[in-house]
């Protein structure tokens, strides 16, 4: 089912709808939940919007963010869950995950493809840069007059998960959403530093260490950094500080893919994946559990930094020499 119609139908049925988003929530999950939560206030629904996990200090500017539950979300009369920005149940996370396990009429809203997608009424659009492009125009079905703290929470949404529009899923139809969007006056160069420009110390002292443990492949086609759980704590660096550390190493000359392998709890290893120009770093994720898009993904595996690391980046490179022994590559100087 993947007709916005229905899910506006769906929407339209429900008095007290629960909205939440994905563990470790970022720009586009983040500001996906609130514009729809406070969009629906607007038609009169008794929303209540949360996150399973601490909201970066970075948002805390977004519309509505301090009206949101964290952590834990109490038992309540709730009529509908709104799922936007997760592709699969697990990573809803301990707050919001017991009320779909329970049976609760899920409707999810994503640009994540997914070969088991999940809830009652799911509508995924993997053509939207962002979730937000999707939850604008199920506002505008769902007959929502937009004011300018649905329209910041938005360009939020859709200026992260772009990369300030510098990323391939970038469209026109991207520009046309954000054009109208930036009619209702929202500050664009105080959101633009406030996302990107005022990091704490401790953000680049962090950056600092990751850096120190950067290499790249006798081919110059991939590159890794990594993060060890020590590290972070001694530096007492939030998980926010971590969000976009990996282009550094994308970003280097000639580097296709550039893997980030950062340890977590219990013997397990957060990686993520970015690439450039070729290759699908999804199929990269995949083979680990995980997923995401053609140019970005991640996934959690067990093990040490350096098992997984060992793992993870023989398989990226049988990835790249296939692709390069076909003749696929095309060298950009």
Known sequence: ?????????????????????????????????????????????????????????????????????????????????????????????????????????????????????????????????????????????????????????????????????????????????????????????RLSNLIYSEQPLSQIQLLKEVLATLEVSESGQLATICLSRQTQLSIGAHDEHIEGMINYARNIKNVEVAIFFRELEGQRVKVSFRSKYFIDVNLLAKKFGGGGHVRASGCTVEGTLMEVKAMVVKEAEKLLGGVLNCGRYYHHP
């Open 1 to 189: 089912m993947n007709d916005l119609n229905v899910v506006a139908e769906t929407i339209k049925k429900c008095q007290r709808p629960l909205i939440g988003g994905h563990v470790m929530p970022d720009g586009d999950s983040l500001g996906s939940v609130l514009a729809l939560g406070l969009g629906l206030r607007l038609l009169g629904k008794q929303v209540t919007m949360a996150s399973s996990d601490p909201v970066p200090e970075l948002y805390s500017f977004l519309p509505g963010i301090q009206e949101m539950l964290v952590g834990e979300v109490n038992p309540g009369d709730y009529d509908l869950l709104i799922v936007v920005d997760c592709s699969v149940p697990e990573r809803l996370g301990a707050a919001l995950l017991p009320f779909y396990e329970k049976g609760l009429t899920t409707v999810v809203l994503d640009h994540h493809v997914n070969d088991q997608p999940f809830g009652h009424v799911n509508y995924v659009r993997s053509t939207a840069a962002a979730t937000g492009e999707i939850i604008m125009d199920l506002l505008d079905v769902l007959g929502v007059t937009f004011n300018t703290d649905l329209a910041v929470n938005l360009y939020t949404a859709i200026v992260t998960d772009t990369g300030s529009f510098r990323y391939e899923n970038t469209t026109s139809e991207t520009h046309r959403r954000v054009a109208r969007l930036l009619e209702y006056n929202i500050p664009v160069a």
